[in-house]
């Protein structure tokens, strides 16, 4: 069993749209991390969360601990938003854990 | 740019042989962490380093040693190689070892051993 799940895998979606990919998770965690990626393989930090909600311009990150969910909106999406979207958990332990990825593609 | 640096940017090599691969934190960073990125197991974790300590273990195979210099830069040893060692390698940076602190990525080193 993956530590991490994400839903759904792949995502498509209109210019505009509003987009929300999920992750749950099944240990316990001091801090999680949504990662971007796109095509060229670069890794962008967007949100690092230990509770509570997050936003940054179109994005954001919320949490929800007693749950143990997070969830990340797109709002607006646009076609440079396409990339493969990852949730990774930091455990209390210091061990990483990574969901396998959404990949999201916005049509103009 | 994240201010984070890797190199090289690719390596083609043959089974059974060793590489190097270098990184260099953001001016600052403290933490430098490696991961492992490869089609059929996705990212993994490999190992943190904090001040030239080792602070966090994860799937780091026997076959493969870290270590942070003084100057803080690290180096990811790969001895042995097996085709199963070909993926895109990671290092990460971040100022302290707090658990909530963002960490920036370097581009990866794109490794294919043949």
């Known amino acids: 069993k993956n530590e991490v799940e994400q839903s759904p895998q792949n995502l498509t979606a209109q210019e505009g749209e509003f987009i929300t990919i999920n992750c749950s998770y099944s240990v316990g965690i001091s801090a999680l991390h949504w990662l971007q990626q796109h095509p060229g393989g670069g890794i962008v930090s967007l949100f690092m969360?230990?509770?509570g909600k997050k936003k940054h311009g179109r994005l954001i990150a919320t949490i929800n601990i007693q749950e143990k969910h997070s969830s990340l909106h797109i709002t607006a999406s646009h076609p440079r938003d396409s990339a493969v979207y990852i949730c990774a958990v930091r455990n209390t332990g210091n061990q990483f854990y990574f969901g396998t990825g959404t990949s999201l593609t916005v049509i103009p | 740019d994240s201010g984070v640096t890797q190199t090289p940017k690719h390596l083609i090599t043959a089974t059974g042989q060793r590489v190097t691969l270098r990184c260099s934190p953001r001016?600052?960073?403290?933490?430098v962490y490696w991961y492992q990125q490869s089609l059929d197991q996705g990212l993994q974790f490999l190992i943190q380093?904090?001040?030239?300590?080792?602070?966090a273990k994860g799937n780091i195979l026997e076959r493969f040693s870290a270590q942070q210099f003084p100057d803080l830069h690290s180096e990811l040893n790969l001895s042995s190689l097996e085709l199963g060692d070909s993926a895109l390698y990671f290092c990460?940076?971040?100022?302290?070892?707090?658990?909530?602190?963002?960490?920036?990525f370097g581009p990866g080193t794109r490794l294919l051993v043949l």
């Open positions: 969360l230990s509770s």
């Open positions: 380093y904090y001040n030239g300590e080792e602070r």
């Open positions: 001016s600052g960073d403290l933490s």
């Open positions: 990460a940076s971040s100022f302290g070892t707090r658990e909530a602190e963002t960490q920036y």
